[in-house]
């Protein structure tokens, strides 16, 4: 199993960043997909589920901001992140349940991807 | 949300055994999970449903509990599991973290 993120960087306020992982190694198609985020020198903070038939949802503090969605064709997760705030600095990094449900564990993770939100 | 409280740091010896504890704010049943993260390396899973060994883990490390107390020893512990301890519960919702335990070795 491997998971790569990518398309973080340096982004304003307000503006908005769109985040990918692709995956490998195991049946994209089949596993419910997280984002999971840490602020520098935080903690772990869980931030969206998409299921193996794409139903979603979201921590509170993204909800209507954050858009987790997929594509099964491209192996590939993807996390649209729009109005961004201060607060949303972190690494983001994607993460394969280990089963197809909701409260699995996160059995694998990605390298994660710097998002910095800053004027 | 359910808040995850555990010690924020230990120190212990090569070859001792440790054991860090998580604290739920509501019952988990056993729908707790264990995370090691090395300094600038993503976590990774060693404990699910509580006491199950994710594979590829060694044997030293084991899980306990129920409800809203549970426990991850090491025993021995080695040099190479200086990290940051995470737990994380499933079973309410949203999934959240500990602010995780530092272990330090002496």
């Known amino acids: 199993v491997q998971l790569v993120e990518s398309g973080g960087g340096l982004v304003q306020p307000g503006k908005s960043l769109k985040l990918s992982c692709s995956a490998s190694g195991f049946t994209f198609s089949s596993y419910g997909m997280h984002w999971i985020r840490q602020a520098p020198g935080k903690g772990l903070d869980w931030v969206a589920y998409?299921?193996?038939?794409?139903?979603?949802v979201y921590a509170d503090a993204v909800k209507g901001r954050f858009t987790i969605s997929r594509d099964n064709a491209k192996n590939t997760l993807y996390l649209q992140l729009n109005s961004l705030k201060s607060e949303d600095t972190a690494i983001y990094y994607c993460?394969?349940?280990?089963?197809?449900?909701?409260?699995?564990?996160?059995?694998?993770w990605g390298q994660g991807t710097l998002v910095t939100v800053s004027s | 949300d359910t808040v995850l409280t555990q010690s924020p740091a230990l120190a212990v010896s090569p070859g001792e055994r440790v054991t860090i504890s998580c604290r739920a704010s509501?019952?988990?049943?056993?729908?707790m999970h264990w995370y090691q993260q090395k300094p600038g390396q993503q976590p990774t899973l060693l404990i699910y449903l509580a006491s199950n060994l994710e594979s590829g883990v060694p044997a030293r490390f084991s899980g306990s509990g129920s409800g809203t107390d549970f426990t991850l020893t090491i025993d021995p512990v080695e040099a190479d599991d200086t990290a940051t301890y995470y737990c994380?519960?499933?079973?309410?919702?949203?999934?959240?973290f500990g602010a995780g335990t530092k272990l330090e070795l002496k």
């Open positions: 998409i299921s193996s038939s794409s139903g979603t």
């Open positions: 509501e019952s988990v049943s056993t729908l």
């Open positions: 994380q519960q499933s079973w309410n919702d949203p999934p959240t």
């Open positions: 993460a394969r349940s280990l089963m197809d449900y909701y409260s699995s564990p996160f059995a694998y």
